[in-house]
Every structure is written in structure tokens, then in C-alpha cells.
């Protein structure tokens, strides 16, 4: 298949290069120049534009930073919609808010092309590994064409509903996941501060009721688990910065619903204090410093 993937950051260049390894003939377009020059060693083809990657695709991918760039990447003069030929689908796999997705949809509609969102889980590990969650939003026909191709990219595939369902499911996640990391750092952080071995309290908490991924499979306390970013510096992962992005998603999603969120408010301030000390950069697990600094 002719896939056009626009965005090759930490996620989109493993994702794009497991469809290389799949078979397929890539159309690659990003800024930047390494990135595109590493997966057309691979075999990928480089295009000037989106618009180009577009022409001649039978699927297009974005994997993208914020909303403002699907924005752009799509409806932009040198954009998608320019390119893309009538009838070929599109898949948004960035998290973003739900309305931009389907404002995107909406125009793209108007000329025969039908746009979904496909946010992930699972970090670089899973696109590296072809383990990611693909949550998709978009018509149960959509869903059923592009999901062999995520088939190759991830290991659950789900759909969750009409087009900006998937960005609901992935913020919805993340806003939990950002809390249940400082709940897990606030209990090491205890921990060691009242005296317990923290490899001891770790595996008191993943064997009893406080158990959940953030303890188990991403626990911030260094040396936990092996190959969690906690035992590497903090580095590589999940940036802070990228969960502030996500919680700030969250909770402007609820003020439009009415809806509280009062802890993902407070997860929110965090991280955003995080980002302010210069540290946006190093994995979220990293909050847990905050709790140290003190000690």
C-alpha cells in the first residue's frame, strides 16, 4: 500500500518505520531533515510537502504535535486537502482536542474525503516495539479499512466511536495517568522520607490494592523497574511537557462540558511547575522530585 505519514517525531519515526518493515511504500514529509533522511535509508520516499506525500496515496497518517500543526498539515495551501485524491482516507494519530479533529473531518468531507483520529498509547517503547493502543474515532467502515494497517503499528486496535471519540478515550487516560503518577511518587516519596527500603514498599504496593501502571511498569523511583526512564536519568519516555499539553487538553475539554475535574486541575499545576523549573523536557515520572527537593 502507498501510506503518506506526515510527522516523524520521537512516535511517528518508529511507527512509520515498523510500515517500512510491514512492506509498504511510505511517502515521508516532516521539517525535519534527519529524521526523513534516516527512514529513506530505510527505504522511504521523501516529499517536499504534505501535499505531495499526499498525491498518489492510498492512506494518509499524521502524527503531529499539537492541533495547530494538523491544522496546517491538513488545510495549509501546501496541505493534504490539496493533495489527497477523493475517496482516500486519512488518519490523524496525534492527541489533540476533540473539535479540531472534527472541524478537520467536517471541511474534509466536503471534498470526499473522510478524515478519523487515532490517538495512541504506549509511548516510544510501543511504536518501537509495534505495541502501541490505537484508540480510533471515525465510521465503523473507516475503522475497518485502516485497522490492518494499524494492525502493524500496535496490538489493540479499538474504536471507540464516531470521529473525535479516540482523542476523548486518550485524554481521558492521560488525565488519569498524569494523576496516578503523582499519587505514586507522593507514596515513594513517603516512603522514604519515614524510613522503608523502597524496593520493599514498591513491591508491597504492586502486590495490594495501590497497585496500577504507574507503580508497576513506570514507577518513578530509580532502580524499580529497569527499564523504566526513572532508572536512566529520566530520560527518553514521556515529557512532562507533552503530559502538560494533554492535562491542558483534559481540562479545557471539561470547563466546555461543565464537567469538575478537580485532580486533574491540581496534576495540572504540577506539571506546570515542573515545565517552568526548565525541566518540561525529562520524562513526567521525574515529579517525583518535587517531593525530594524538600528532604
Known sequence: MKIAFIG?????????????KAGHHLHLFDLDTNALAELAAQGGHIKDSARHAAQGSDLVITMLP????????????NGILAGIATGTPALDCSTIDPQSIRDIATIAASQGVVVGDAPVS?????ANAATLTFMVGGSVQHYERVKPVLAQMGRNIVHCGEVGTGQIAKLCNNLLLGISMIGVSEAMALGHALGIDTQVLAGVINSSTGSCWSSQSYNPWPGIVETAPASRGYTGGFAADLMLKDLGLATEAARLAHQPVLLGALAQQLFQAMSQRGEGGRDFSAIIESYLSRH
Not at 516523524?8 to 510500515?19: S, T
Not at 494538523?70 to 488545510?75: H, I, M, N, T
Open 8 to 20: 516523524l517525531g520521537n512516535m511517528g519515526a518508529p511507527m512509520a518505520r515498523n510500515l517500512l
Open 122 to 126: 504506549g509511548g516510544t517503547a510501543g
Open 66 to 77: 499539537a492541533a495547530a500543526h494538523v491544522g496546517s498539515a491538513f488545510l495549509g495551501e
